[in-house]
């Protein structure tokens, strides 16, 4: 089911996704070669529960940890575990945080120390195919143009665009309709409301578009091997524009 927020949900949107960005800034100053990707899942999971929240991740679905920690090759949902974080590796955080009933969710790609002028690139135009999809977003425009934005910038780089998985709306629930492709047709899809909540999470990789599902029923690697980049935002549409907010 697809929601259109109040404007008192949106106050709490807009407490959840602080909450997000705060953390993400705290891991982002803090995280170090070294470091377990579970260190980085223990700075999460105190961080939101001083700020009295939730970490959503936890327990959803029967995730085990509060935060994605996705290196190099994978792309996404990396279970936290005794991984060390090496130098010129780049490190995904995907978290989600909820307090008072809504849900806010964000990821950022972190680059330890020098990274190879291959990997840099690819974080650079992962973060820039989320700015290419809110260029003009505002209520009225088509779903997919999205997705035709966050792909026409990443194929121009000679990237693959994740197609398995995709971002989301969001609200009460970590996943809520609509979802929200990195690929598809320019003037395609629903349009979207004033108060609608998504997230757009472009999920790039140097090499194929294609990924690999594993075992433990969460980890999504490239199939290649090669790495993959990962950012995303909750934003909330407006009659004349978007409202980053976890930003
Ligand atoms: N935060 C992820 C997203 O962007 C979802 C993670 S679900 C988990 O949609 F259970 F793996 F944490
Ligand atoms: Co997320
Ligand atoms: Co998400």
Sequence with gaps: MIT???????????????????????VGSNIRAGMTTKDVDDMVNRYILSCGA????????GYPASSCVSVNEVVVHGI??????????????????EKNGYNGDAARTF???????????LVKVTEECFFKAI????????????GYAVQTHAESHGYGVVRALVGHGIGREMHEDPSVPNYGRRGTGM?????????????????????????DGWTVTTMDGKPSAHYENTVLITEDGVEILTL
């Design 191 to 215: 349009r979207l409301k004033a108060g609608m909540t998504i997230c757009i999470e472009p999920m790039i990789n140097a090499g194929t578009h294609k990924v690999v599902f594993h075992k």
């Design 80 to 97: 936290p575990s005794e991984r060390i974080i090496e130098e010129g590796d780049i490190v995904s955080v995907d978290i989600t945080a």
């Design 54 to 61: 939730y970490p959503s991740s936890l327990g959803y679905c």
């Design 111 to 121: 680059m330890i120390g020098n990274v190879s002028d291959e990997k840099r690139q």
């Design 135 to 146: 260029e003009g977003l505002k209520a009225g425009t088509p779903l997919y143009d999205i």
């Design 4 to 26: 259109v927020k109040t404007d008192k949900e949106i106050a709490l949107m807009r407490e959840s996704c602080r909450i997000v960005r705060e953390t993400l800034e705290f």
